[in-house]
């Protein structure tokens, strides 16, 4: 497990997750992981999820992020089935996390600074099993409607959370809940995993542009893995 940024993060597999030649992007000609990307694949089943280094993200504090992904579910899950987490095992403070509210309803539901509640829920069939679904949450600034979901570029839910997210957690996961990262699972290929320390979407539009090519690094980029190598790279250049 390969960390290709100055910053040098160590990533973690729990079980058996593997970077296959599957991503969201069509290829208009043969096959380049700079224009088709890759993907990471997690079974759903206990421990299998991919764990990040929880101080990459120890200077979002109170400020503006935007957390940004590919998922394309198989219906596989645990309890409480999470897909991006940050947080402290049985802790419900400093948490940015969201996952699974309902698989039945096909919900997603999450949280910012405190996890005892959700922040937000989106509606019922928010997502679809067996196809790539494009996930952004974004905080930007302190005013009323400063934070916001969207869901294959439409937008579920606004709201407002000016809380600070702190440092010092213990679990940054993909394919996890940051409360139990063994059992809290979530199935299914993750693509292009961006996390910056700046608003890349502005929450007051109703509709974002689905990207249609591998995320890029920028200048705000904290963690950046594409899933485009038989390793893991973080892609940042920090």
């Given at each position: 497990i390969v960390d290709n940024?100055?910053?040098a993060n160590t990533f973690t597999f729990q079980n058996d997750p593997?970077?296959?030649p599957f991503s969201p992007f069509a290829p208009s000609r043969s096959y380049s992981k700079d224009v088709v990307g890759g993907s990471v694949y997690m079974s759903g089943s206990a421990g299998n999820s991919l764990a990040y280094p929880p101080e990459a993200l120890s200077s979002l504090r109170s400020g503006?992020?935007?957390v940004e992904f590919f998922w394309y579910p198989i219906n596989s899950y645990g309890s409480?089935?999470?897909?991006?987490?940050?947080?402290?095992?049985?802790?419900y403070s400093n948490v940015l996390s969201f996952g699974i509210s309902?698989?039945?309803?096909?919900?997603?539901?999450g949280a910012i600074d405190s996890g005892s509640s959700a922040d937000w829920t989106t509606p019922?069939?928010?997502?679809?099993e067996f196809t790539w679904n494009h996930l952004v949450l974004v905080r930007s600034g302190s005013a009323s409607n400063n934070c916001a979901f969207y869901i294959n570029g439409t937008r579920t839910n606004v709201f407002t959370d000016t809380g600070d997210i702190g440092d010092g957690q213990t679990s940054l996961t993909l394919g996890a809940q940051w409360w139990d990262v063994t059992n809290r699972t979530a199935g299914g290929y993750y693509s292009n995993l961006r996390v910056t320390n700046n608003a890349v979407y502005n929450p007051s539009n109703t509709t974002i542009t689905v990207p249609t090519a591998p995320l890029s690094n920028t200048n705000n980029t904290l963690i950046l893995s594409k899933f485009d190598s038989c390793l893991i790279f973080d892609k940042v250049s920090m």
């Open positions: 940024s100055s910053s593997k970077v296959l503006d992020f935007t409480f089935p999470g897909l991006f987490s940050l947080g402290s095992s049985s802790s309902s698989t039945s309803d096909k919900r997603i539901n019922i069939g928010s997502y679809k």
